[in-house]
């Protein structure tokens, strides 16, 4: 199994209703980024997370850390067309690169 | 203008044939990673680079090299190229090895051997 679970595998919503993706790591997190990905392109950050309760908003996504649980979950209200794509969590384990989870394809449709 | 770029976007060869992929960051950044992306969309570190010197290599065949010329640019060579290579290849940046700053991806070379 992965270091770094990511839930659910898949996920198709209705334009204007809101989704969570969860990320659970196995070991110890010392950070935690969020990337989506369109299909063709590259990574694009969305947000990092280094402290236990930590919560960031970037418009209408949401991103909080559960240091304890080791866990993350991404919130996306309202979806648009816009927020489809692949979303990534990486850890950070201070091991001088990232680890990441095997991605949550998101659909939105209208 | 693009902050990490690579070239090519599409490769396409035959097995047994030797490639290379270039990449380019233009954010001042120290550290330089390879990443493989598989079919299923897993997202694998292959090699990172800090000011030209090799500080990962994650069990990846010897076919693989990687070279760092100056601080900005790290490519990727591969030799006898085999089917399971097919993947999409990332170049990433970051401004040091020290955690908490994010990684800067490229577009990716999608490869794939016939």
């Known amino acids: 199994s992965q270091e770094l679970e990511q839930s659910p595998q898949s996920l198709i919503v209705q334009e204007g209703k809101n989704l969570t993706i969860n990320c659970t790591s196995s070991k110890t997190l010392y950070g935690l980024y969020w990337y989506k990905q369109k299909y063709g392109e590259g990574l694009i950050f969305l947000m990092m997370l280094q402290k236990g309760g930590e919560e960031k908003s970037h418009e209408k996504i949401t991103a909080k850390l559960d240091e304890k649980k080791q866990q993350s979950s991404l919130h996306i209200t309202a979806s648009q067309p816009s927020h489809a794509g692949i979303y990534l969590c990486g850890a950070d384990r201070r091991d001088y690169k990232l680890s990441f989870g095997a991605g949550t394809t998101v659909t939105v449709r209208a | 203008d693009t902050a990490v770029s690579q070239t090519p976007k599409y490769l396409v060869t035959q097995m047994g044939n030797d490639k290379s992929i270039k990449c380019e960051q233009n954010?001042?950044?120290?550290?330089m990673y390879w990443y493989k992306q598989d079919s299923k969309k897993f997202l694998k570190i292959m090699f990172s680079?800090?000011?030209?010197?090799?500080?990962i290599n994650e069990t990846v065949p010897n076919r693989f090299s990687p070279k760092s010329p100056d601080k900005a640019h790290l490519n990727l060579h591969i030799n006898s190229l085999e089917l399971g290579d097919s993947a999409v290849y990332f170049c990433?940046?970051?401004?040091?090895?020290?955690?908490?700053?994010?990684?800067?991806f490229g577009d990716g070379t999608r490869l794939s051997i016939l």
């Open positions: 680079y800090n000011n030209k010197e090799l500080i």
């Open positions: 990433a940046s970051s401004p040091s090895l020290i955690s908490n700053q994010p990684q800067h």
């Open positions: 954010l001042g950044h120290d550290t």
